[in-house]
């Protein structure tokens, strides 16, 4: 018998992300990956010792390009359009693959792309004359506001694959007539394009970080 080929921890991290990709983050396991990879479940423990291994794999693998790009992008005219560019290529990636959200704010601290980005943050911020506190703070806020609109947008698209409600549309209980502004405010979200509500929420979120975004 031929001794099967040597795997590389990308081939394995590309497996894993099919896996999401096709079935959801709930059908990922050593089992399932070892199977996309016509292997045996314990021949992946040669390279990968345990899932949360798997896990950070998958997400440096899925956030790689938000580095990439943002490296090779041409220099932004301004702090506050890094910052928009920036929060754009994190959207884009995690669009591109959203079942690994959770993964993501899961291994923030331990992930390499996503701690490249949050530097990268951090120095347009500082461009912009944020001393350190303030830093600390605006980072905070883009960061929560990502993951926060990432789950609403994703959340909403699988209700819209699946029928059912989410917070982003009105439905359920929520009548228009005892609660107006609030029916109003989510059917005109909800009538924006996703990509065009995320770029108009960041800039409302760089509007209320202060002096030097401009």
């Given at each position: 018998?031929?001794?099967?080929?040597?795997?590389?921890?990308?081939?394995?991290?590309?497996?894993?992300?099919?896996v999401?990709?096709?079935?959801?983050?709930p059908a990922?396991?050593?089992?399932?990956?070892?199977?996309?990879?016509?292997r045996?479940?314990?021949?992946?423990?040669?390279?990968?010792e345990?899932?949360?291994?798997?896990e950070?794999?998958?997400?440096?693998?899925?956030?790689?390009?938000?580095l990439?790009?943002?490296?090779?992008?041409?220099?932004?005219?301004?702090?506050?359009?890094?910052l928009?560019?920036?929060?754009?290529?994190?959207r884009?990636?995690?669009?591109?693959?959203?079942?690994i959200?959770?993964?993501?704010?899961?291994?923030?601290?331990?992930?390499l792309?996503?701690?490249?980005?949050?530097?990268?943050?951090?120095?347009?911020l500082?461009?912009?004359?944020?001393?350190?506190?303030?830093?600390?703070?605006?980072?905070?806020?883009?960061?929560?506001?990502?993951?926060?609109?990432?789950?609403?947008?994703?959340q909403a698209?699988a209700?819209?694959?699946t029928?059912t409600?989410?917070?982003?549309?009105?439905?359920?209980?929520?009548?228009?007539?005892?609660f107006?502004?609030?029916?109003?405010?989510?059917?005109?979200?909800?009538?924006?394009?996703?990509?065009?509500?995320?770029t108009?929420?960041?800039?409302t979120?760089?509007?209320?970080?202060?002096?030097?975004?401009?």
């Amino acid at each position: 018998m031929p001794r099967p080929r040597s795997l590389t921890t990308r081939q394995i991290a590309a497996a894993a992300l099919a896996v999401i990709d096709r079935d959801g983050l709930p059908a990922l396991s050593m089992r399932t990956v070892a199977a996309e990879l016509d292997r045996r479940t314990m021949a992946l423990y040669r390279y990968v010792e345990d899932r949360e291994e798997l896990e950070c794999l998958v997400v440096d693998l899925a956030l790689g390009p938000v580095l990439d790009r943002a490296t090779r992008a041409p220099a932004a005219p301004s702090p506050r359009a890094r910052l928009l560019t920036l929060l754009d290529l994190m959207r884009e990636a995690v669009g591109a693959h959203p079942g690994i959200l959770p993964l993501a704010v899961r291994h923030h601290s331990n992930c390499l792309p996503a701690l490249r980005w949050r530097e990268q943050l951090l120095e347009a911020l500082a461009d912009a004359g944020l001393d350190a506190p303030q830093r600390a703070a605006a980072l905070h806020a883009l960061v929560s506001y990502v993951i926060g609109e990432l789950e609403l947008e994703h959340q909403a698209a699988a209700a819209t694959a699946t029928g059912t409600a989410t917070g982003t549309a009105p439905a359920g209980p929520l009548v228009p007539e005892t609660f107006p502004l609030l029916s109003a405010a989510l059917a005109a979200r909800a009538a924006t394009d996703p990509a065009r509500a995320f770029t108009d929420g960041a800039r409302t979120v760089l509007d209320g970080l202060g002096l030097g975004l401009t």
